[in-house]
């Protein structure tokens, strides 16, 4: 497989993603996948808010670790897998709407890629930008896992 | 209320994070409240896990929003509240283990407090540094609300 | 002064800006400035090099610091100052080239700004993008202070 | 050369961050330099200093940005050079005083070592805590380079 194959990458990365616990948990799906994108996201229930009503900030740092881990995982290369080094992000306006959508996109692919996200709640039609980050994704050798 | 009355803040804060459906459906607890710090751990279940067996960085992610949110909250003033302004987070070695515990402390208090936060993996009573991670926490004039 | 006399703004953060004395160390200048905007750039000197020759990475730390500061600054109102609470900045290709360029725009303005930042080398009338970052700037009440 | 033979590391290590022309353009110096740990100081002078006299944000940075990939450097092997991937910092308190200092010290080596920083003002004998950083090193095979 390489970046020849699309298809077949993405599908593999939608099915490891798929096999996460924790995205099951929180109901989040894969919106988009695209070579160096990933958007992902998931519906607004009292399970994944904060006392205010308003979806935890636990729940936009899950789709940023995710959906920036996925977006670099849609550029890696036949025997590489990835791993998220780390990310900082930035609470801008309180998650309020019906869905929390995390997009990613890749600024830099390479042994040590750089993600970019924002997050964004819908209401209505209409988003608020509630999120930004920076993220740095390892690339390493090693057996083929996505995620 | 105020920090000559650290016991009723306490079991302000323990009332409000026990409000939020986000901490209720990880199962996460605090396990130690003091003035400038928060213990805050989730035991290991199939639903907080990624595709390899291991925590979720999504579940790191809640609890380094959480406890640095919450070890703020223990050094604020009547009439104001916590709002997470930023964090970065490292990830550091894989999130094996029983259980996954968030140690956050606050390096400066004040209107634009300062915490640091370090994750560990219990296993078979040894720990393992999962992350470390550095958090921005605003304290507002406002209701009073905790973290 | 308001954002209605951004001229009058624009003078005062170019004046507050120009007193540094880390600025002309550096020998920095400000390329443009707009509300919500700042370009900041420096030309290539063997005292801002590293030892391989390439721009410092304190070099764009400086520029993405007085960059990102000065841009929340363009939205500040009177009686505000600004104060850098932190940043974050990933370096992503090596920062070769003539001038190194730092632009930043504010995602979000208030009392807790969030900017962007991108830094880019020129060399040959082409950029290469050698860093990117976010920050967050505090708005204080006090007297008037640019940068 | 290993770390067997740290002599000998800390010698390579201290002439090529000595070859840096903007380490020589803000007078630092290495104070300190042991496995893991890396000690670097400037003194205060009205080129390092901002509008009000305090020590300038990015000379701050500088320091991190230099003594968190020296504090990584002394953990390398042979044939490997550090590479600094991103860092975060917090600026905690005025820089004032005669002279700044960070101590960076690492928390995990290997490929992608993580490295924290607290930087100090010193002023009449007494330290005052102005940042407190996180910043990840990438390791990468190559040529041996220091910082």
């Keep these: 497989m390489s970046a020849d194959d699309f ?5 593999q990365i939608r099915h490891f993603v ?3 616990g924790f995205m099951k948990l929180l109901g989040a799906e894969i919106d988009l996948l695209e070579p160096g ?3 992902m996201s998931v519906a607004r229930r009292p399970e994944l808010l904060q006392q205010d009503g308003l979806f935890h900030g636990g729940v936009t740092a899950f789709l940023v670790d995710n959906a920036t881990t996925t977006a670099a995982a849609t550029r ?12 900082k992000l ?6 309020r709407g019906d869905r929390l959508v995390c997009r990613a996109s890749l600024l830099k692919p390479g042994r040590m890629s750089v993600v970019e996200a924002r997050v964004f709640s819908l209401a ?4 608020t930008l509630t999120a ?3 993220a740095t994704i390892a690339m390493l050798p090693g057996p083929v896992r996505a995620g």
Tied chains: 1, 2, 3, 4.
Excluded: F, H, K, S
């Design 7 to 11: 298809p077949a990458l993405a599908a």
């Design 37 to 39: 994108l990933c958007v």
């Design 18 to 20: 798929g096999a996460q």
């Design 124 to 127: 209505d039609g209409a988003e």
């Design 76 to 87: 890696r290369e036949m025997d590489q897998r990835v791993l998220t080094a780390e990310y």
């Design 90 to 95: 930035n609470l801008i306006a309180p998650a």
């Design 132 to 134: 930004a980050a920076l």
